[in-house]
């Protein structure tokens, strides 16, 4: 059987079949156990001088005796010389040497210089994961996620101590139920739902609460330049991320933002607030883009479409999941609190008359007019009247590619600007699409983007984090002008996103 996209790129089932075979495989090179624990520790993204030993943190809460042994029972004992247990000191800023943060089961890591646990890309493998009945690896990732909440204070950014001061997009409620769906195992889901409250209130509370809109914002917690950022997003000439941006801020004029809250043009120096910003736009999942300003920075004065979509999604999952508990008083609770915050969204962040959701800047009480695809959002979220779906829907050539959904409908040099593309924003507007009845433009989003992905794997046997959908390529580098460059292969969520892309369509 021969599927063609509106692009007549043909793709047959003996090209999917290799495709699911790659990915079948994949699973298993991207797994993370304690057997692998020696492999998780080494980090590529920081400095470490040969010869000492990688250090594992573990929780104050957890026995490290027993952790020890644990691991001894796992690994080698020339590993274990490799490595050294620490329990994480009460204070963040009192650690001086980064490390890996332990979770106690086996987790997929989206792959490449990923070579650790991400918040949100969990949900997208945990996805793949299910259609490919991968049970006992997609609860464990379900899991890991939970232990990270309860001994780590929030879902992390990834289980490395430099990413203990930021989260990403919150997703957790949609896996666990994603997981409840498959193991109907009401005991676990109502283990589970302490978890999540404690999850939901980290986003619903200052700093993360802007108190004037009752809408949440991104907002890291750390202080200074991001510590992977320094050593490893360096370019050919060795300047890193926050050099390059220097050079940009010298050249050009900002009109986006003042420049003087992030930039100190006398003594070329980036502020601690430029730091903050930046922080808070990787906790946000899209690092770099110049959705808020130049390089986002300005992010942290904000209320995203995507977080606040996400924090929607989880009052009803929270709704659902007391109702199949039978705490229905409590379930009609979580209901009031995702009908409010609709109607925030709909007054702050949707926009009559661009027909899209839009980002809203509080010190200026206006939204910021930067087409994105979060504007997709909503419409995952079932959160839009049929109206504002049918008004996003109407404005899809502004993102429809080639090669399925451009991120933006700007050219900046940012990975997560335009010509790029990615897995889970192409899956998000299929999804979106669809549940207002929009299949056939679901579809061909769908087909274009596996079109493309089957070229590509074809050509190079390996499939990557990101894509030029205008080109329809994988050779994505010398378009990035900042943040990293590399095209990752793996890779975690475009795994995830092919399988379920392939389950929805017809």
């Given at each position: 059987?021969?599927?063609?996209?509106?692009?007549q790129?043909?793709?047959?089932?003996?090209?999917?079949?290799?495709v699911?075979?790659?990915?079948?495989?994949?699973?298993?090179?991207?797994?993370?156990?304690?057997?692998?624990?020696?492999?998780?520790?080494?980090?590529?993204?920081?400095?470490?001088?040969?010869?000492?030993?990688?250090?594992i943190?573990?929780s104050p809460?957890?026995d490290?005796?027993?952790i020890?042994?644990v691991?001894?029972?796992?690994?080698?004992?020339?590993?274990?010389?490799?490595?050294?247990?620490?329990?994480?000191?009460p204070?963040?800023?009192?650690?001086t040497?980064?490390?890996?943060?332990?979770?106690?089961?086996?987790y997929?890591?989206?792959?490449?210089?990923?070579?650790?646990m991400?918040?949100?890309?969990?949900?997208?493998?945990?996805l793949?994961?299910?259609?490919?009945?991968?049970?006992d690896?997609a609860?464990s990732q379900v899991?890991?996620l939970?232990?990270q909440?309860?001994?780590y204070?929030?879902?992390?950014?990834?289980n490395?101590?430099?990413?203990?001061?930021?989260?990403?997009?919150?997703?957790?409620?949609?896996m666990?139920?994603?997981?409840?769906?498959?193991?109907?195992?009401?005991?676990?889901?109502?283990?589970?739902?302490?978890?999540?409250?404690?999850?939901?209130?980290?986003?619903?509370?200052?700093?993360?609460l802007?108190p004037?809109?009752?809408l949440?914002?991104?907002?890291?917690?750390?202080?200074?330049?991001?510590?992977?950022?320094?050593?490893?997003?360096r370019?050919?000439?060795?300047?890193?991320?926050?050099?390059?941006v220097?050079e940009?801020y010298?050249?050009?004029?900002?009109?986006?933002?003042?420049i003087?809250?992030?930039?100190?043009r006398?003594?070329?120096?980036?502020?601690d607030?430029?730091?903050?910003?930046d922080?808070?736009m990787?906790?946000?999942g899209?690092d770099?883009?110049?959705?808020?300003?130049?390089f986002?920075?300005?992010?942290i004065?904000?209320?995203?479409?995507?977080l606040n979509?996400?924090?929607y999604?989880?009052?009803?999952?929270?709704?659902?999941?007391n109702?199949?508990l039978?705490?229905e008083?409590l379930?009609q609770?979580?209901?009031?609190?995702?009908?409010s915050?609709?109607n925030?969204i709909?007054?702050?962040?949707?926009?009559?008359?661009q027909g899209l959701?839009?980002?809203?800047h509080f010190?200026?009480?206006?939204?910021r007019?930067y087409?994105?695809?979060?504007?997709?959002y909503?419409?995952w979220?079932?959160?839009?009247?049929?109206?504002?779906?049918k008004?996003?829907?109407?404005n899809?050539?502004?993102?429809?590619?080639?090669?399925?959904?451009?991120?933006s409908?700007?050219v900046?040099?940012n990975?997560?600007?335009?010509?790029?593309?990615?897995?889970?924003l192409?899956?998000?507007?299929?999804?979106?699409?669809h549940?207002?009845?929009?299949?056939q433009?679901?579809?061909?989003?769908?087909?274009?983007f596996?079109a493309?992905?089957i070229?590509?794997f074809?050509?190079r046997?390996?499939?990557v984090?990101?894509?030029?959908v205008?080109r329809?390529?994988?050779?994505?580098?010398?378009?990035?002008?900042?943040?990293?460059?590399?095209n990752e292969?793996?890779f975690?969520w475009?795994?995830?996103?092919?399988?379920?892309?392939?389950?929805?369509?017809p």
């Amino acid at each position: 059987m021969t599927t063609q996209s509106s692009t007549q790129s043909p793709f047959t089932s003996t090209q999917i079949d290799a495709v699911r075979t790659y990915i079948k495989k994949t699973w298993k090179t991207l797994t993370r156990s304690h057997a692998h624990l020696l492999q998780s520790a080494k980090d590529t993204k920081l400095e470490h001088k040969p010869g000492t030993p990688w250090i594992i943190y573990i929780s104050p809460r957890e026995d490290r005796a027993n952790i020890q042994s644990v691991l001894e029972h796992a690994l080698s004992p020339e590993e274990m010389q490799q490595i050294e247990i620490r329990t994480l000191p009460p204070e963040v800023e009192a650690i001086t040497e980064h490390g890996l943060l332990y979770l106690p089961g086996s987790y997929v890591v989206p792959g490449g210089r990923f070579n650790e646990m991400y918040g949100w890309d969990s949900y997208f493998i945990l996805l793949g994961l299910l259609q490919d009945e991968e049970w006992d690896l997609a609860q464990s990732q379900v899991d890991q996620l939970l232990y990270q909440v309860q001994h780590y204070g929030t879902i992390l950014n990834s289980n490395r101590t430099y990413m203990l001061s930021r989260s990403q997009p919150p997703v957790l409620s949609l896996m666990v139920l994603a997981m409840f769906q498959h193991t109907q195992d009401e005991e676990w889901l109502k283990s589970t739902l302490p978890i999540l409250e404690q999850f939901y209130y980290f986003w619903v509370v200052a700093p993360h609460l802007n108190p004037a809109t009752g809408l949440s914002r991104y907002y890291a917690l750390g202080e200074g330049p991001a510590p992977e950022v320094l050593f490893s997003e360096r370019d050919e000439e060795g300047k890193s991320h926050y050099d390059r941006v220097k050079e940009y801020y010298q050249r050009f004029e900002i009109e986006d933002y003042d420049i003087n809250l992030y930039y100190d043009r006398e003594n070329d120096q980036l502020t601690d607030l430029f730091y903050k910003g930046d922080r808070t736009m990787r906790e946000s999942g899209f690092d770099i883009s110049n959705r808020f300003g130049p390089f986002s920075v300005d992010i942290i004065h904000y209320a995203p479409v995507c977080l606040n979509s996400l924090l929607y999604q989880m009052e009803q999952d929270l709704a659902q999941i007391n109702d199949i508990l039978g705490n229905e008083q409590l379930g009609q609770q979580w209901r009031d609190r995702a009908d409010s915050r609709r109607n925030l969204i709909d007054l702050y962040l949707w926009d009559e008359n661009q027909g899209l959701y839009l980002d809203y800047h509080f010190p200026t009480e206006k939204r910021r007019y930067y087409e994105f695809a979060t504007t997709f959002y909503p419409l995952w979220m079932g959160m839009a009247s049929e109206t504002q779906a049918k008004s996003v829907a109407e404005n899809l050539s502004l993102f429809e590619a080639p090669g399925g959904i451009f991120t933006s409908t700007r050219v900046t040099g940012n990975q997560w600007d335009a010509p790029f593309g990615w897995a889970p924003l192409t899956l998000i507007a299929v999804q979106g699409l669809h549940r207002y009845g929009y299949h056939q433009e679901g579809d061909r989003i769908a087909r274009k983007f596996l079109a493309m992905i089957i070229k590509e794997f074809e050509r190079r046997s390996i499939l990557v984090e990101k894509y030029d959908v205008e080109r329809c390529s994988a050779n994505v580098s010398d378009e990035i002008c900042f943040g990293y460059s590399s095209n990752e292969i793996g890779f975690g969520w475009t795994n995830g996103v092919i399988l379920e892309l392939l389950a929805t369509l017809p």
